[in-house]
Every structure is written in structure tokens, then in C-alpha cells.
């Protein structure tokens, strides 16, 4: 049956004190789905998985069940790591699931780990979340003195260790295979993929990584079946999903809601509306690296696959010569990414909130690869100058020749995250971009000229 508005999956303990402690969490049936995961082949689980459409909530919506598939079958050591680096501005959901239901992720980590024959697991957590660290390690000590965690799980002869590694707080870290480095103890710099991490990762084993918000998912999974979850969903994307709603909305916070819901339900309905009864002007739909959409496009599902292809909307060039293509047949050009709805109502200046956004990724740029580098640097200084009515003629073009030249052509996603919210903005508002740029003494100077010539 499809969720409804009030399912709650991973959040229903979300304000329940006694959820925290191991034995509130167990009154409540937590814990539960490891007595069926144990008796339960391994490979039995990961079918679940690929039954229940889960896709990884971490932003690229890659199906968990197909990763989990990736790792040879003659490995001997597979390491599961859990991603809570959680820096994606507009994202905060991850830090809600550890603070409030910190043994639901524990559970799912160790049936993953059983799947996957995995008997050292990791949660690499932010190093600022000091408040969530706090939680996790008291449920991690708990979850060992239950038995739950160490030697013999539930007589089975399966051991497994659970580590909690704080980062320290650089975003480039919550890229998998950079987080990989940091929790080896090297510095924080994405590797070239291939070899992806399920071939070649922690240490040089096997490793798959997962969301907070995935990974929190399986004990449900494998309590009520992978076709209960994959009937909750819409299409190719099983269960609910968490949205933090940020910006101009008359009540943002973190909801778990239906897969299927629309911007404008989200907005108006859950949001109860944007204050002052102004009108939306652009919605970041899956934090702030994912483009824009407009108004216009307020009606399509925050769904992975309806968000990135909508065929109402028409290739479009950017600038001469440059098309926005993420790829893949990505006619909406964006995607639901990690759940950050960031709304910008008819007051906002959209080139100085584009600007803010571009000066966060070059300030997070690792530097390891010229594009992302110098580029991002580009764009921040470009969009700042013209945002604060200094641009020069030429300017917008500019933008997008430069944003151009980054996707696709770096190390890892980061560079794509700097340049497709720039090519979004400008292909969707870039009467905003022209406004300001003619706003700047240096564009009236050149309209100017170009007056006397004429
Ligand atoms: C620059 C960058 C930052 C990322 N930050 C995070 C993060 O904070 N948390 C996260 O789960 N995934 C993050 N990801 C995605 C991870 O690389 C990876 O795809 C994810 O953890 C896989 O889990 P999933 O399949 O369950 O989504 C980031 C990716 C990039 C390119
Ligand atoms: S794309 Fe950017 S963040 Fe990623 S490796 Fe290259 S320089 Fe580093």
C-alpha cells in the first residue's frame, strides 16, 4: 500500500525520550528484525534489499540492493561503513535519525553487515555533531553489553565490531572514497573511481557505504518484507522519505512523508505556505547542490527519477554554445539528492543567494583537480561581483562557460555540485543575472560606448 502522509518508517520514534535507551527502543520492538535477519541466509537479506527498491539517501538515489550485489563473491574482508558526515547545506535529517533513534541505525547496520559478511562496521560521523556522537557511542556501548553487538551474535558464531569515527568536519569528507582516506588516516582527497568502493575501499577491501537514512531503513526491510517497502514508494523508489524543508515557509522541520509528494503540496500543504502570502520563486529541491526549480515546475513529485526527467521541459541552452546536460536524459536537470528543500520566495535576490552558494563550494574545494579548483574560485568571484552590481560585460557567459567547463570533467561530484546549481540559475533566472549585471557602473559604461559608436 503506498504511504500516506501520516506513515511514519524511520521517524516514528522522532520525539520519544525512551526510544534512546536500548531498553525503550526494545519495548517498542527494536531490535526484533535481527532474530529474522539471523535466521535468514545472507543473501537472502540483500534480495529483500533489491525487492524493496531502497535507493541510497545520500543523494545519488543509487539502488542499495544493486550496490550491495557489486562486492565479489570471493571476498574475505568487507567492510560496511556508514556515511553520517551530513554538511550539505539544506540537509539535516541524518543528525534527527542518530539523536533521536540511534539503535534503529545500529540494527540495520548489523543485518547489513550480516548480508554483506562483514565483521568490522564504521559510522564516520561529523565532527561537529558532538550532541549525536554523544548518542551514538552510549548505544553502541549498549548494543555490546545486550550481546547485540561482539562475539556469537545470536549464536551464530557471526562476530561484529562497531566503530564510531568523528571526521573533522570537512564536507569534501562526506564523499565516499575522500571519507574512505580520512578514516584510513590520510588526508581528506576523493580517489579516481574506478575501482569503486565496493571492489577497492576501506583499506584496500571491499566496502560498501550507505546513508544514515538507508541504512536505518533495513531492519523495516527485513521486518515487513522488501515488497511491503518497495509498495510504500512510487516507480523504482521503495519507502517514504525524509525532507527538510528550510527558507521562506511558514513551518520548516524535518518530515517523513510519500515518496510521491509534489514541491507545491510540500510547500502549501505540510509547510502551511510561504509567509506573507508571497509567491515561490525557486526551490532548491535536494540541498544545495541540486539546480533549482522554478515556479512553474512546483507539481512534479520529489521523486528520484520524476525530478531528474520530466518531459515537459525542453532541452535548453544556457548560453551560446552551452547546453545544460547533466546526462542520462536528465530533461528537469536536477535531482531529489539528500532531501534539503531550500524555498526562495518573490523577495529573494537570486543571484546573491547563487553567489553564497558558489563561495561554499570553492571554500570546500579539496584542490585536487584543476577544474573544480580553479573554476569554483571563478565562480564565487564571478557571481559575487556581479551580485553585488560590480559585474563586468560578458559576465553571464561567463558564468556558464566556466560552470561548463567543470561538469564532469573532475575527480569526484563536488565539481558538479558548483556547477549545475550555477548552470540551474542561470538557465532558469537569468533575467535576474541580466538585471543585476546591468546594474554595475562597468556595464554602463559599455552600453555607454556602445551608444556613442552607434
Ligand atoms: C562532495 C560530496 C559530499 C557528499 N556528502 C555526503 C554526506 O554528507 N552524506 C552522505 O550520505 N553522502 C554524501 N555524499 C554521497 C556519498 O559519496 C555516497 O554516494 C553515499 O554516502 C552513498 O550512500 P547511499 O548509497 O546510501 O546514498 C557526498 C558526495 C559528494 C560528491
Ligand atoms: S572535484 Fe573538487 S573536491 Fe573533488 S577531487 Fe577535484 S578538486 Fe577535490
Known amino acids: 500500500m503506498p504511504a500516506s502522509r501520516g506513515t511514519k518508517v524511520v521517524t516514528k520514534n522522532f520525539g520519544n525520550e525512551a526510544a534512546k535507551a536500548i531498553a525503550g527502543y526494545e519495548s517498542l520492538g527494536g531490535y526484533a528484525s535481527l532474530k529474522k535477519a539471523f535466521s535468514m541466509k545472507p543473501q537472502e537479506i540483500t534480495d529483500e534489499v533489491k525487492k524493496s527498491n531502497l535507493r541510497g539517501r545520500g543523494g545519488a538515489g543509487f539502488p542499495a540492493g544493486m550496490k550491495w550485489g557489486f562486492l565479489p563473491k570471493d571476498a574475505k574482508t568487507v567492510y560496511l561503513v556508514c556515511n553520517a558526515d551530513e554538511s550539505e547545506p539544506g540537509t539535516c535529517k541524518d543528525r534527527e535519525l542518530i539523536y533521536w533513534d540511534p539503535h534503529q541505525l545500529i540494527e540495520g547496520m548489523i543485518a547489513s553487515s550480516y548480508a554483506l559478511g562483514c565483521h568490522h562496521a564504521y559510522i564516520y560521523i561529523r565532527g561537529e555533531m558532538m550532541r549525536e556522537v554523544l548518542v551514538l557511542k552510549q548505544a553502541v556501548d ?174 535548453v541552452e544556457v548560453s551560446p554554445g552551452v547546453k545544460f546536460d547533466m546526462g542520462g536524459g536528465r530533461t528537469l536537470r536536477t535531482m531529489a539528492g539528500s532531501g534539503g528543500v531550500v524555498v526562495m520566495d518573490d523577495s529573494t535576490d537570486i543571484v546573491a543567494a547563487c553567489a553564497r552558494i558558489m563561495r561554499f563550494y570553492a571554500h570546500e574545494s579539496c584542490g585536487q583537480c584543476t577544474p573544480c579548483r580553479e573554476g569554483s574560485g571563478w565562480l564565487a568571484r564571478v557571481c559575487t561581483r556581479l551580485a553585488e552590481g560590480n559585474g563586468k560585460p560578458g559576465d553571464v557567459d561567463l558564468l556558464a562557460s566556466i560552470a561548463h567547463g567543470i561538469a564532469g570533467n573532475t575527480i569526484c561530484a563536488l565539481g558538479d555540485a558548483a556547477a549545475w546549481p550555477m548552470l540551474g540559475f542561470l538557465t532558469k533566472f537569468r533575467s535576474d543575472f541580466e538585471a543585476k549585471l546591468a546594474l554595475s557602473p562597468a556595464a554602463k559604461a559599455a552600453t555607454e560606448a556602445k551608444r556613442r559608436i552607434a
Not at 230 to 241: E, H, M
Not at 277 to 296: C, D
Request: with cysteine; glycine share 14%.
Open 142 to 315: 549498549e548494543a555490546y553489553s545486550r550481546g547485540y553487538l561482539g562475539k556469537n551474535l545470536f549464536g551464530t558464531g557471526f562476530d561484529l565490531d562497531l566503530t564510531v569515527h568523528r571526521g573533522a568536519g570537512a564536507y569534501i569528507c562526506g564523499e565516499e572514497t575522500s571519507l574512505l582516506n580520512s578514516l584510513e588516516g590520510k588526508r581528506g582527497w576523493p580517489r579516481l573511481k574506478p575501482p569503486f568502493p565496493a571492489v577497492k575501499g576501506l583499506f584496500g577491501e571491499p566496502t560498501i557505504v550507505n546513508n544514515v537514512e538507508t541504512l536505518s531503513n533495513v531492519p523495516h526491510i527485513i521486518q515487513n518484507g522488501g515488497q511491503w517497502f518497495a509498495d510504500l514508494g512510487v516507480g523504482k523508489s521503495g519507502g517514504t522519505r525524509i525532507l527538510c524543508v528550510s527558507g521562506h515557509v511558514n513551518r520548516p522541520g524535518v518530515f517523513e512523508l510519500p515518496m510521491g509528494i509534489t514541491t507545491r503540496e510540500l510547500i502549501f500543504d505540510v509547510c502551511e505556505g510561504v509567509p506573507a502570502g508571497r509567491k515561490v520563486k525557486a526551490v532548491i529541491p535536494g540541498g544545495s547542490s541540486m539546480p533549482p526549480l522554478n515556479e512553474s515546475e512546483l507539481d512534479v513529485p520529489i521523486e528520484f527519477d520524476a525530478l531528474m526527467t520530466d518531459p515537459r521541459i525542453k532541452e
